[in-house]
């Protein structure tokens, strides 16, 4: 008896362990289509009809029990048989405190330190040592960051102290790194225009021999009035790469999180309007999940009130005259995730179609077997 019962926490441990990486948080909620400019209507554009074709190409899973003591996965992974692919450059996003999860064995050209955030004072804080990448022999991007929209027009507005301030910190910190990118993903209409002299005048400071990039979101068409019209921004940077995930994300209907079709639709725009030698496609190495309804909120009385009708809840205790109640329901979940397998033929996908340099936010959330199927061209 006691045997089974380790057996039995030992599969739950295994278990929950393989949800970990399905569960995981992804990209700022601040990337998704819903609250980038493009708003609905790009993400109702962008929504592939067809969803990832790679199930039709999936190994079925044997009917036989795993083993899941000798398991890495809790599913059988198809097998690639491929060589590894060659990329140009290879981007890797590395968040602070999460520097750990990088090696540098890792098929890199381009590790972006994440980030320099906007602090609500205005000011430049909190920018990463780069002496945690000491031994790193590709080159080192400083990604700065500003998440509020109100923060975001106020610390870009030409001519105010937060500006000038602000510029001030990217120059003295461009001397330590080899980039510097701009991640803005909340940016006002009538801001377009202070954002492309916010890119001139970051080009000015750190002079030619820095790299200056920009994290875009994705686009499968030019939008009227875009303010991330990638043929403008264009000519201000060295690169540009296209967020493309979050094409599904936490308040939208379940799906791929970057679906092939969707993807492939992303990377066939933006090639005709963004040079190849600037031009990175942006992959997802998280996943995300969804269920069919969460009672954890905040609710009126009448609402209160109805949930306990629709579950068949007929009694309450009271807390010292607070009503309490408690009851159990029986949840639908759906995630969708990347594995090496997934991964390995999104970047095909891209390598056939021209793309010559990709990115991956970001390290620390992925499929460890990926990176041996990944090469730097020589």
């Known amino acids: 008896m006691k045997k089974t019962k380790r057996i039995i926490a030992l599969t739950c441990l295994m278990m929950l362990a393989t949800l970990s990486p399905i569960l995981a948080k992804g990209k700022k909620e601040a990337a998704s289509p819903e609250q980038n400019t493009s708003s609905t209507q790009e993400t109702t554009d962008n929504a592939g009809e067809n969803g990832n074709n790679i199930e039709e190409k999936a190994v079925e899973t044997p009917e036989e ?30 968040m602070t405190e999460r520097e750990k999860y990088f090696s540098k064995d890792m098929p890199i050209t381009d590790l972006c330190y994440f980030s320099a955030d906007v602090n609500s004072y205005g000011e430049l804080s909190s920018i990463p040592n780069p002496k945690q990448f000491a031994g790193f022999k590709g080159r080192l991007h400083l990604v700065v960051t500003c998440t509020g929209r109100a923060l975001t027009h106020f610390s870009m507005t030409p001519g105010t102290k937060e500006y000038k301030g602000i510029l001030d910190a990217i120059e003295s910190a461009s001397k ?17 225009g202070n954002f492309l002299t916010y890119l001139k005048d970051i080009r000015k400071r750190i002079g030619p021999d820095k790299i200056l990039s920009v994290a875009l979101p994705a686009r499968t068409r030019t939008i009227r009035d875009d303010i991330f019209n990638y043929q403008k921004i264009e000519p201000l940077v060295d690169r540009i790469l296209i967020m493309a995930y979050d094409e599904h994300w936490s308040g939208s209907k379940p799906g791929p999180v970057a679906s092939m079709d969707w993807c492939k639709k992303v990377a066939d725009y933006a090639k005709t309007v963004i040079p190849k030698n600037k031009l990175i496609m942006g992959l997802p190495l998280y996943g995300r999940s969804w269920e069919d309804y969460c009672y954890s909120d905040a609710w009126i009385f009448t609402s209160m009130n109805r949930i306990m009708k629709e579950n068949d809840v007929h009694t309450i205790t ?25 991964l390995f033929e999104r970047s095909k996908m891209y390598k056939d179609s021209g793309i010559q340099n990709i990115g991956f936010w970001r390290i620390g959330q992925e499929d460890t077997d990926f990176w041996n199927y990944l090469k730097i061209k020589s």
């Open 176 to 192: 330590k790194y080899d980039g510097i990118q701009i991640d803005y993903e909340n940016i006002g209409a009538r801001d377009a």
């Open 318 to 342: 009271r807390d010292n005259g607070i009503p309490h109640v408690s009851f159990d329901v029986k949840t639908h979940v759906e995630g969708y995730f990347d594995d090496a397998y997934s």
């Open 65 to 94: 029990k795993i083993d899941w003591s000798k398991s890495r996965t809790a599913y059988i992974t198809p097998v690639i048989k491929d060589e590894p692919l060659e990329f140009n450059e290879v981007w890797g996003y590395v």
